[in-house]
């Protein structure tokens, strides 16, 4: 699909246009200063304040981007919180269990499990055949309970099933998760690579608080489903929150990326097919065009305009952003409290379409069906 035109409307940036305050630190401690900008922009989900950026930990879960040794997973962590970012998302599959540990460790390290908004997840399972939906209600029940075991609380904050799984009726999870809120277990209840058709669904079912789609300058499917609709509309004039993932197209917008970046074969961007040729000279083309578009126009780097667009899309209430290391969350700051104009968004798709005719989603990424 070629990128389209959709911009934010006024009522959507002034929906979204607040800073949370500086977090202060731990109780007790005598330095209340932050040593870092935190000027961040604050949504609700569910009636929750979170930041409207978020922490994203699949690659801190040390398997599919490279190891990340244990004491910087967890600086990571704590580093997204001192940037003014609540929100972190996780799930069992990221380092199958690791991520939601350090999560867990950052929760007890900082002191206070309310400055924190945990959003993990539910409904994959993996084994040597590789990463399956799963969604049949002994699964997810024995996922709750290792996911509030590895995260040390007795609650999460936004529950998300993974991807839908085809063999489960979706009200029949939608109702199973509902208990799970009602017990107190989890605050509110969230989709992921859900279509507007399964969200309706869903909401049928139980009140839907977000779902989590890919979305970034190079990955626009959303705008188009299956039937034409634009699941961003949707969620926009149905109150669900859109927490967007792959915000920096797995590290291709990130800026470090050149014609002779290689990545190792356990590497999950090694599959990507936009890092293979002839596609990945298109993509090479269009961001030295986003990189100079981004300096000259508002004096940004690469990630800050990458983020900043999907910030600035209706709909969107969170991007969801990726790091290993907490130095690559210090470009955040300037990632926020400026906006994106219409002509901004004009050139950048005249960029997009023009360097890349041939786009590819994340469709590699899915995971399979498994046998009855
Ligand atoms: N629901 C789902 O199905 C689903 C799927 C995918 C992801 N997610 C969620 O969305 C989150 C974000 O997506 P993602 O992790 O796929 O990727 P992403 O945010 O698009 O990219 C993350 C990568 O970008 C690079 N990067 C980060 N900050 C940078 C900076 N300041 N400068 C240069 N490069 C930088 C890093 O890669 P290098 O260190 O290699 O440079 C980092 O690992 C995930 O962590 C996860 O929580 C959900």
Known sequence: MQAGGIG????????????????????????????????????????????????????????????????????????????????????????????????????????????????????????????????????????????????????????????????????????????????????????????VAQMEEFSAAAPLASNQPPYNLFERQIECGACGENLLFWCAAHEVAVLTWSTLCRSLLGGRVTRETKFDAGDIRSADPKFQPPRFSQYLAALERLTAFARERYGKTLPQLAVRWVLDRIGVSVALWGARRPDQLDAVAGAVGWELDTAAMAEINRIVNEAIPDPIGPEYLAPKVREG
């Open 8 to 195: 934010a409307s006024a009522a959507s940036r002034s929906r979204f246009r607040s800073f949370l305050k500086p977090l202060s630190s731990k109780k007790g401690s005598k330095d209340k200063k932050t040593l870092y900008d935190v000027r961040m922009e604050a949504t609700t989900i569910a009636g929750m304040k979170v930041s409207r950026i978020g922490l994203g930990t699949w690659a801190i879960g040390g398997l599919d981007w490279g190891a990340v040794p244990d004491d910087v997973a967890l600086s990571t962590c704590l580093g997204a919180l001192a940037r003014g970012i609540n929100l972190i998302d996780t799930a069992p599959i990221y380092g199958h269990g690791r991520a939601e540990e350090i999560v867990g460790r950052a929760i007890r390290a900082h002191g206070r499990r309310e400055d924190f908004f945990i959003a993990t997840k539910t409904g994959l399972e993996w084994n040597e055949r590789g990463v399956f939906s799963n969604s049949t209600a002994a699964r997810l029940r024995q996922e709750l309970e290792d996911s509030l075991r590895r995260l040390g609380t007795d609650f999460i904050d936004l529950y998300q099933v993974h991807w839908p799984d085809p063999l489960v009726p979706i009200n029949e999870t939608a109702a199973l998760l509902d208990g799970f809120r009602r017990e107190g277990k989890v605050r509110a209840l969230g989709v992921s690579n859900f279509s």
